[in-house]
């Protein structure tokens, strides 16, 4: 057994690479291996099962047909199908997929939620050396014994992994940014948290993670213990559009103590879930989409835009309970755009809702996903109407998160995540910045953080920029990643030619010449 989870996640990482003889992409090569990975955690699981009813002298009926469960053909998968009847293994792992993708129609929720994770997915290995020498690896691993909260640590620095790659990075927050925003929401035992644009569970295992040790790990009643852990695991909820990164999600919990029955594939942006999601959730955490919307939905806004990240804050907005709390990753345009929509969608939550902080972050955070200058927008909704709207909004410029800002994003000693934690704490117990934070101090140095009255943001048109508002001598500058401007450029001209080519067939179908 490897000493670390460092270690194992590295171990899993090697294994997962016997895939790149398949001529697969690192995301997908970790998903195919996710599959195999999940085939033995189970196995393990059952195992287990089958001894403790074979010592109370019960009978245990196994969850997957016995035929299937792992141990039984991993050490010799070829052997195996055809002694089976199958012409081979990969003949045997296409009926092995399908018959678990059915496993839902006997109502077990353990089977429901392995029926999810197969559903829909057909085995990409090919080629049946590559098979045989990954399952075997797997096989070898000896897992028995390890906590479930361990797996899941060790399955995210595969996660981690190719979120470093671009075509997977999209549906990938880094994982110290979402550590720093649970951080500031401080997530507790019976809150319900909301993941609208989950990927693969980041903020929903983090938030677990987070709960578990600050409360539920030092309760001392281990029946009460056992219940909020059962209540935490509940309580997490998400959805993820993209199949494939649904099913990484879906599993990153399960290995995480699941967690995973309300981890659902869909659209939040349609009809159905904006109106099943109204004022339900005490904490919602995310990093939704950015830029243009590329596909057409079903819900309904009060203030219509094509961005996505707009219309992703407006549900937020509305799914966030009476006394809920929101944190959320936003491009800096949602802080500034001049726009009608964005104005609105502002002053809402400045006359409605009490933003109580804006982190702003250095343009690359989210490379290589993006190079836009984004920042974490957190605000709660009033338990009443006699409950405090914003009157005051705690600023941080972090200039630097730990790592460099280019594609790679390699470590660095510099870091002022923990320096904006460490002030924020003390913002909320004391509600004072000290002397020194203003360069002014016994120790001067150059001011990070800073605090903005309401009527000065009301002055300002309800521009919420962190710019804007910098108590020293910066350079206000609002505009979008040029990135950003290029895309949008190109989706109106796809559409201007769209509607030419329509008028053309229009004209041309009439008889015009």
């Not at 096989?139 to 981690?160: K, N």
């Not at 549900?315 to 959320?328: E, Q, S, T, W």
């Not at 943001?457 to 910066?474: F, G, K, S, T």
Request: glycine content about 6%.
């Amino acid at each position: 057994m490897v000493d670390t989870i460092h270690d194992f996640g590295k171990l899993l990482w090697d294994i997962a690479g016997i895939l790149r003889q398949e001529g697969l992409p690192s995301w997908q090569y970790v998903e195919e291996f996710s599959y195999f990975l999940f085939l033995k955690l189970f196995d393990e699981k059952e195992i287990e099962r089958e001894k403790i009813a074979r010592i109370e002298g019960k009978d245990y009926k196994p969850i997957i047909p016995e035929k299937f469960r792992f141990h039984n053909w991993a050490e010799a998968p070829e052997i195996w199908a055809k002694s089976q009847g199958y012409r081979d293994i990969r003949d045997f792992l296409k009926d092995l997929f399908h018959t678990l993708a059915k496993l839902d129609k006997e109502g077990n929720q353990e089977r429901r939620i392995i029926a999810k994770i197969f559903r829909g997915h057909e085995p990409k290995i090919r080629k049946e050396k590559t098979l045989s020498e990954l399952v075997k690896r797997i096989a070898d691993l000896r897992l028995r014994g390890v906590p479930y909260d361990q797996m899941g640590q060790a399955y995210e620095y595969l996660i981690q992994k190719i979120g470093a790659e671009k075509e997977f990075s999209e549906y990938f927050t880094p994982r110290h940014i979402v550590e720093f925003m649970i951080e500031i929401i401080d997530p507790k035992p019976g809150d319900k948290i909301y993941d609208p644009a989950a990927g693969t569970g980041g903020f929903l295992v983090k938030a677990h993670d987070y709960v578990i040790r600050e409360y539920i790990s030092k309760e001392k009643d281990s029946a009460k213990k056992e219940f909020l852990l059962r209540q935490l695991r509940e309580n997490l909820f998400g959805r993820e559009k993209v199949e494939y990164v649904y099913r990484l999600g879906l599993m990153n919990l399960i290995l995480h103590g699941d967690g995973s029955s309300n981890f659902e594939h869909g659209d939040s942006l349609s009809a159905p879930v904006m109106a099943k999601e109204r004022n339900r959730y005490d904490v919602v955490l995310t990093n939704p989409p950015f830029g243009d919307l590329k596909y057409e939905i079903t819900g309904t806004f009060d203030h219509w835009t094509r961005r996505m990240e707009t219309l992703f804050l407006q549900h937020v907005m509305n799914a966030v309970k009476p006394g809920g709390r929101v944190g959320i990753v936003v491009p800096d345009g949602v802080l500034f755009r001049a726009d009608n929509t964005h104005k609105w969608v502002r002053k809402r939550l400045i006359e409605e809702f009490n933003v109580f902080a804006i982190v702003s972050l250095p343009s690359g955070v989210f490379q290589p996903y993006t190079g836009s200058k984004t920042s974490l927008l957190f605000f709660e909704k009033p338990k009443d109407e006699n409950a405090p709207r914003t009157t005051k909004i705690w600023y941080y410029m972090v200039e630097n998160d730990g790592f460099d800002l280019g594609a790679t994003r390699r470590p660095i000693d510099k870091n002022d995540l923990p320096d904006a934690l460490k002030k924020w704490k003390i913002w909320k117990e004391k509600g004072i910045i000290p002397d020194e934070w203003f360069g002014i101090g016994p120790k001067p140095d150059k001011q990070k953080c800073w605090v903005v009255d309401v009527e000065t943001i009301r002055e300002n048109d309800y521009y919420l920029n962190a710019n804007r508002y910098a108590p020293y001598e910066i350079e206000e500058v609002e505009y979008e990643d040029p990135a950003t401007l290029m895309e949008e450029l190109i989706s109106k001209q796809e559409k201007i030619l769209e509607g030419m080519k329509k008028l053309y067939e229009m004209i041309t179908r009439d008889g015009y010449d």
